[in-house]
């Protein structure tokens, strides 16, 4: 490795931001076009003609949930640690010094993700988002509880259930799993509003509230549970990142010092990473 000259009476700067950015910009571009593409694969693997593979596509998502940060990070934290100038240090600093700045390329990407979400709830409205929430919430969550519900007997006069009615009643049964159970005067509105609005006895109408309650109860605990393995994966993945970019810089790093060519396979086809 050759020596670079530091001026006297000048202290130099160990990180490199050019580089660390140059990185952080290439990881977002990659992950971009990967989670773009992965996207269009896996609604190709589902369709409504029967022909569809939604458990294929959910392990799909789940493989490309982690292995696009990492693959893209590898490319972030390689340029960053071979661009970094190389100042009058050993082996062992370098290395540690090209890892950092794999380490600053995860952390920038994950701040630009962080800034474009944000930047993308600030456009939706504070106010909408928050009726968003609320809107998704009673309709995906309690909507095949309070479709079951409110289904009216059938017939020529069958009353009609208005759609404020049915998000009334969504929004009944979600508060009360929130709370833990249903109230017997939550019970005793939902019986006799079910009654009215189907025609059905007072005695089937409460069956119905109960059944639809521990309905909405089982649907609330799967959101969770798919709520708590989406977070697991996504932490997974980009600790997993993380490593990947720190070994990426060492290695671009290593090629720096070493002048070597930057291509992924030397003529043996040998990986130049495992070199």
């Known amino acids: 490795m050759t020596d670079v000259a530091v001026p006297v009476g000048t202290k130099p700067s160990y990180v490199d931001w050019c580089a660390i950015l140059a990185g952080a910009v290439l990881a977002a571009a990659i992950s ?159 019986t006799q509003t079910v009654a009215q609005a189907t025609g059905v006895p007072p005695p089937e109408a409460e069956k119905r509230v109960t059944d639809a309650y521990n309905a909405t109860v089982q649907a609330v605990e799967t959101t969770r549970k798919a709520a708590v393995a989406t977070g697991l994966v996504t932490a997974t993945a980009l600790l997993m990142a993380l490593a990947a970019a720190w070994y990426a810089a060492q290695r671009g790093g290593d090629h720096r010092d070493t002048n070597r060519p930057a291509r992924f396979f030397t003529n043996r086809g040998e990986s130049v990473l495992t070199r």
């Open 32 to 190: 971009f076009v990967l989670l773009t593409a992965g996207a269009a694969i896996g609604l190709s693997l589902v369709s409504a003609q029967g022909d569809s593979h939604g458990t294929s596509a959910a392990y799909l998502a789940a493989f490309w949930a982690i292995a696009v940060p990492i693959g893209s990070l590898l490319a972030g934290g390689y340029v960053a640690g071979r661009m970094r100038p190389a100042w009058t240090e050993s082996g062992d600093e370098s290395q540690f010094r090209d890892g950092i700045h794999g380490a600053l390329v995860w952390s920038v990407s994950i701040l630009i993700g962080a800034v474009l979400a944000m930047s993308a709830a600030h456009t939706a409205g504070r106010a909408g988002a928050s009726i968003a929430s609320g809107v998704v919430e009673t309709a995906q969550v309690a909507a095949p509880a309070v479709d079951t519900l409110v289904r009216a007997q059938p017939g020529p006069n069958r009353p009609i259930v208005t759609a404020e009615q049915q998000a009334q009643i969504g929004r009944i049964l979600v508060a009360s799993v929130r709370n833990g159970s249903l109230s017997d005067p939550d019970r005793g509105y939902l």
